[in-house]
């Protein structure tokens, strides 16, 4: 093989292992959101499993059940900090059930097993993931003095030599508008001060004592706060159940968070998703049983239930 013939396969070798580094820093796909585009309506999402990437890794120290306990306490965190109303639907995994994969938009639907199936709670975003890495932290993976260090830690407690690593990316999808709106990879690492054999799980305060378990609870900290920014950038869509005269229903967390005066655009819906824009209305009325709200004028008519009402 002529020497120009290497350097060429060479340099694509290269390029193709940068260009998949580069898809893999999986940065936040709404690059464009910033604090100031933030609203302060409260969205709803539901938050599905996890599953591990490499079940076999859950052995050492039976965290299996990581795979439910971690969206049940990101759907509790975001619950707690008030700006969500987040359900748990972590019994259902979507990424091993096939439903959500690399395309999304009209990609989105096209699966052998619809979402509405699932009987999932109809909110307009939801939050899906992969549990990529829980095994253990390989000596090349450490700067060299630290490599050493923990070394001779070992030599004394082999505990202090059993570092762990964590990987989760989350995946955020608006299901109304068929959009992947936001996509990151959190990764963690920390020693797992306890006994190879020993079974903890991530119900034990034991797992959440550990240094590693310490990590992963950052991690998902870091996760919500991202998450919740992201959702914070988002328009707000509220699905319309009845249409009759002047008046909609819309689902109850949003008629509480609406008031006379409140200025909302109606969008016609097109293959279930929201489509056209019938126009600008104020709301002259939150009905008092807060199921619905009545508008000014007459755009109403033009209304059906699957439509939208949506708030920036």
């Known amino acids: 093989m002529r020497r120009e013939d290497i350097l060429s396969k060479r340099t694509g070798i290269i390029a193709s292992f940068v260009g998949l580094l580069c898809l893999l820093q999986l940065i936040p796909v709404?690059?464009?959101?910033?604090?100031?585009?933030?609203?302060?309506?409260?969205?709803?999402?539901?938050?599905?499993?996890?599953?591990?990437?490499?079940?076999?890794?859950?052995?050492?120290?039976?965290?299996?059940?990581?795979?439910?306990?971690?969206?049940?306490?990101?759907?509790?965190?975001?619950?707690?900090?008030?700006?969500?109303?987040?359900?748990?639907?972590?019994?259902?995994?979507?990424?091993?059930?096939?439903?959500?994969?690399?395309?999304?938009?009209?990609?989105?639907?096209?699966?052998?097993?619809?979402?509405?199936?699932?009987?999932?709670?109809d909110t307009q975003f939801l939050l899906t993931g992969t549990i990529e890495n829980i095994g253990e932290t390989a000596d090349r993976d450490y700067a060299w003095h630290r490599r050493y260090l923990r070394r001779a830690a070992g030599l004394l407690n082999t505990r202090y030599n059993q570092a762990r690593q964590f990987s989760l990316v989350l995946e955020l999808v608006d299901r109304y508008r068929g959009e992947l709106v936001w996509q990151q990879r959190f990764v963690r690492q920390g020693n797992w001060s306890r006994k190879r054999g020993e079974a903890t799980g991530t119900d034990s305060p034991v797992f959440w004592q550990t240094e590693y378990g310490k990590n992963v609870a950052d991690a998902v900290a870091a996760a919500v706060t991202e998450l919740q920014a992201t959702l914070d950038c988002q328009p707000l869509l509220l699905k319309v159940s009845q249409a009759r005269g002047k008046e909609a229903v819309i689902p109850v967390f949003g008629t509480r968070q609406l008031h006379t005066g409140t200025e909302i655009q109606l969008l016609k819906q097109e293959n279930a998703r929201p489509g056209l824009v019938a126009g600008n209305a104020q709301i002259e009325q939150v009905m008092a049983n807060g199921v619905g709200i009545a508008l000014k004028g007459d755009l109403l008519r033009d209304i059906r239930a699957g439509d939208f009402v949506r708030l920036d």
Not at 34 to 55: C, E, R
Not at 85 to 114: C, M, N, P, W
């Open 30 to 121: 709404r690059a464009d959101c910033h604090p100031g585009d933030a609203n302060d309506y409260q969205k709803s999402i539901v938050v599905t499993g996890f599953p591990l990437l490499q079940p076999e890794q859950a052995r050492w120290g039976a965290l299996a059940d990581m795979e439910v306990r971690l969206p049940q306490r990101i759907a509790a965190e975001l619950n707690r900090r008030g700006k969500s109303f987040a359900f748990d639907a972590s019994h259902v995994e979507l990424k091993s059930l096939g439903l959500i994969g690399q395309q999304y938009g009209d990609q989105f639907y096209r699966t052998g097993l619809s979402l509405e199936q699932l009987d999932l709670p």
